[in-house]
């Protein structure tokens, strides 16, 4: 197993560099957890041969630790599990082994803008082996001893709000053998190792965990982003009254309708707590981008809203990777207009709805292409 637990640190190792050029952001954290526990079969050698059948347990963890903006975490862990004991060579025995386990854990997680992250890891540190009465023939075990321990982690995190994650996992545990006495005071090695499936919380202090996908990081130097402005803009993408009268006064009529055709406004729509675009939204923004093309458009807008399911804090941070993703498609199509970004969270919904409603219709970026001569935008020589 020593072998399988240094692979999983080669295959951290290789993940770690592949996500350097990621962006992500860094902070302590604390998590807790419950421990369900599915033991093996402990051997045990020495004055007592034989097979010991342990039952299903449960346990429980605590963990602190630090994410590195490589996607790496570093955690000090404590740990317990207990599991009551079945037979022993087939003969009905009492008793109990558990564990009392200090680890250190390597893990690497996966950032991405779904609100989900998958992690891998694995950790070593020292175990606190106890056998309690437990009958294996003709003596008994009622023991304890430290041992090495070692166990490999893969799990997924779900994003609750911008610092608290709902985490599932699997590990497998395991320790080398440890050494007790039975009560005929002669030497008895038990090993001790389960399947275990955690359920827990973890809360991250500072910024919050949802960082922008690479595609957005590399884009950022072309995309210009302006200034969020705190007051309202229309519901509504249309041109600012004052803009549409100066293209009134100053254009002649026949201009004016061409420039009004030139503007076009668009909109793709979100799943919940995401900022990737579907393939429907793809392909409006292909749509967009080929009118952008074609109407030689200097600019282009882009407004990111939410629904009011989450914190407004949240949800400001999420419109606004909604406008960058689609900022950043716009750039995959080909598209070198100026792109300014806007961030209206869940102020500004297009179906009004109470607090904490999460309707479809406002999971959205409002899009606007404004074309060549449209009223907007003076050619420049």
């Excluded at 100066?246 to 309708?257: E, G, I, M, W």
Aim: with cysteine.
């Amino acid at each position: 197993m020593q072998k399988i637990l240094g692979m999983c640190l080669v295959s951290l190792s290789v993940l770690g560099i592949s996500a350097s050029a990621q962006s992500s952001l860094s902070g302590p954290y604390v998590s807790g957890a419950i421990i369900g526990t599915s033991p093996e079969e402990s051997g045990f050698t020495g004055a007592n041969v034989g097979d010991l059948d342990l039952d299903l347990g449960l346990g429980g963890l605590l963990a602190a630790g630090m994410q590195f903006e490589s996607g790496f975490r570093f955690e000090g862990e404590l740990s317990y599990r207990h599991n009551g004991a079945s037979t022993f060579n087939n003969a009905a025995t009492g008793g109990s082994l558990s564990s009392l386990a200090g680890m250190g854990n390597l893990i690497w997680e996966y950032d991405n803008s779904s609100g989900i992250y998958p992690y891998i890891g694995a950790g070593i540190g020292l175990a606190y082996v106890s056998a309690f009465d437990v009958n294996v023939g003709a003596q008994n075990v009622d023991d304890s001893d430290v041992a090495l321990a070692y166990q490999g982690i893969a799990g997924l995190a779900f994003a609750v709000t911008p610092n608290l994650s709902l985490t599932a996992e699997y590990r497998y545990f395991f320790t080398e053998d440890a050494d007790f006495r039975n009560s005929a005071n002669a030497d008895v090695q038990a090993s001790y190792a389960n399947h275990s499936a955690l359920l827990g919380l973890r809360y991250r202090f500072g910024s919050s965990p949802q960082r922008v996908e690479q595609a957005a990081a590399q884009a950022r130097p072309v995309v210009r982003p302006v200034a969020r402005q705190t007051e309202q803009r229309p519901r509504r993408l249309a041109p600012p009254p004052p803009a549409r009268q100066v293209a009134q006064q100053t254009l002649p009529a026949s201009q004016a309708q061409a420039a009004m055709q030139l503007r076009q406004t668009y909109v793709v729509f979100f799943n919940t707590n995401s900022a990737s675009l579907t393939p429907e939204a793809r392909a409006t923004v292909a749509q967009a981008s080929t009118r952008a093309k074609a109407d030689r458009a200097r600019l282009i807008e882009l407004t990111g809203h939410t629904d009011r399911a989450g914190t407004a804090a949240y949800n400001l941070r999420l419109s606004q990777r909604r406008a960058e993703s689609t900022a950043v498609e716009f750039r995959n199509n080909g598209v070198t207009a100026e792109t300014r970004l806007f961030a209206r969270g869940e102020t500004d919904p297009e179906v009004p709805t109470a607090d904490g409603v999460a309707n479809p219709r406002n999971r959205r970026v409002e899009i606007v292409v404004q074309g060549e001569g449209d009223g907007m935008i003076k050619p420049q020589n």
